[in-house]
Every structure is written in structure tokens, then in C-alpha cells.
């Protein structure tokens, strides 16, 4: 089974700042179709989850530009250029090329 | 626009069954893979079960293989989680979510496992 680890998993940001997250995947996520379906999910506090980024590095509707997404094989990372109050709650990583794995969720609070 | 409501949760004693649901509108319900994803207390997402646009496939993950049933009614675009033989470690917020790679969630039903 694929593992998903989440770095680091408490991240206190200054607004306006930027932030980044790390995840690592235990095997590489390319599925047979050419496709690496790995996944950013934000889910602030009392809310559901919502998904932010699709394979890797596509912004769902409605997310704001100053989410991206990159990396490939087994490394992946979430950018946020500039850290807004709305952005505080847990960030999750999820690949999708075989069962959906989550990682353990990364905690953004505000300094 | 997207809506997946789900209902059904509660409180259930251990050895205790549940059935969820989940009813959608604003999409094609009969074109999408759909799933169930759970949230302990405090803990971080699971993801449960899915299941093929037709029904005739589905996934489960190894703490509820045997346990739990997915099925779906097209009919009705309703998503259903049949949940026997419940435990203690069940307890969780339960979210119907749309497609394989969870692009659309509903707000969430609370099942709680205890004697």
C-alpha cells in the first residue's frame, strides 16, 4: 500500500508571507493511462474538505493564484505565494493513482 | 451547482448497523464514480469506499472489507454506506465526495459507536 508523509505537519505562517508543504509518497504515482492523480485538500476548521489542486499542479474553480502545485514521481509540493487569514485550517495530500491514501494533514495557523 | 447531502448518522451501540445516504444534485450522478471518506474526532481524512458509475465495481479499505456495503441508486442519485457490525474505532464524520480523486464533498454525517 501506498504511504503519504506530510511535511512538516505544524506550520505557523506570517500573513502576507509565503508558505510550503511537502508530501512524499512511498512508491511513484504515475498510473498506466500517463496521468499523476495526486491531489491538495484544505478543510478549515468546522468546515469539509475542499479540494484545491488535481494532478499535481491544476487549480479546481475557484481557488485563488496563489495556490500552486508541482512535483512529480514521489515528491509533490504546495506552494501558497502569500499567506492570506483564510488560508489557516489542515492541508491534506492525497494520491489517487491506487486507492486514495491521504497524508496525515498539515496544520497552517497564523503566527 | 454541486450539492451531496448525507443523513443516517447517529448513535449506535458496538455489534450495531447504520445505514448512510447521500443525495446529490447539480451534476450527471449516473456519470461519476463516487465515494465515502470518514473523520475520526480530532484525526485526520480516511478515505472508505467507492464505487463505478454502474455499481458493477467497488473498493473498499481494509478496516471495513466484509462490514460495510456501498451501493448506489441512479434512480435516485442517492449514495449509500450500509454499515454492520460497527466498533468503537468507526466513530467518525462520514462525507459522501464525489469521483475517484474527491472533487466535490458534502457537509458530513456523524456516526458515533458506543455502548
Known amino acids: 500500500d501506498v504511504v503519504m508523509t506530510q511535511s512538516p505537519l505544524s506550520l505557523p505562517v506570517t500573513l502576507g508571507q509565503p508558505a510550503s508543504i511537502s508530501c512524499r509518497s512511498s512508491q511513484r504515482l504515475v498510473h498506466s493511462d500517463g496521468n499523476t492523480y495526486f491531489n491538495w485538500f484544505h478543510q478549515r476548521p468546522g468546515q469539509s474538505p475542499r479540494r484545491l489542486i488535481y494532478r499535481v499542479s491544476n487549480r479546481d474553480s475557484g481557488v485563488p493564484d496563489r495556490f500552486s502545485g508541482s512535483g512529480s514521481g514521489t515528491d509533490f509540493t504546495l506552494k501558497i505565494s502569500r499567506v492570506e487569514a483564510e488560508d489557516v485550517g489542515v492541508y491534506y495530500c492525497?494520491?489517487?493513482?491506487?486507492?486514495?491514501?491521504f497524508g496525515q494533514g498539515t496544520k497552517v495557523e497564523i503566527k | 451547482e454541486v450539492q451531496l447531502v448525507e443523513s443516517g448518522g447517529g448513535l449506535v451501540q458496538p455489534g450495531g448497523s447504520l445505514r448512510l445516504s447521500c443525495a446529490v444534485s447539480g451534476f450527471t450522478f449516473s456519470n461519476s464514480w463516487m465515494s465515502w471518506v470518514r473523520q475520526a474526532p480530532g484525526k485526520g481524512l480516511e478515505w472508505v469506499a467507492n464505487i463505478k458509475q454502474d455499481g458493477s465495481e467497488n473498493y473498499y479499505v481494509d478496516s471495513v472489507k466484509g462490514r460495510f456495503t456501498i451501493s448506489r441508486d441512479n434512480t435516485k442519485n442517492s449514495l449509500y454506506l450500509q454499515m454492520n457490525s460497527l466498533r468503537a474505532g468507526d466513530t467518525a464524520v462520514y462525507y459522501c465526495?464525489?469521483?475517484?480523486?474527491?472533487?466535490?464533498w458534502g457537509q458530513g454525517t456523524l456516526v458515533i459507536v458506543s455502548s
Open positions: 465526495a464525489r469521483a475517484w480523486n474527491l472533487d466535490s
Open positions: 492525497m494520491e489517487g493513482t491506487q486507492r486514495p491514501t
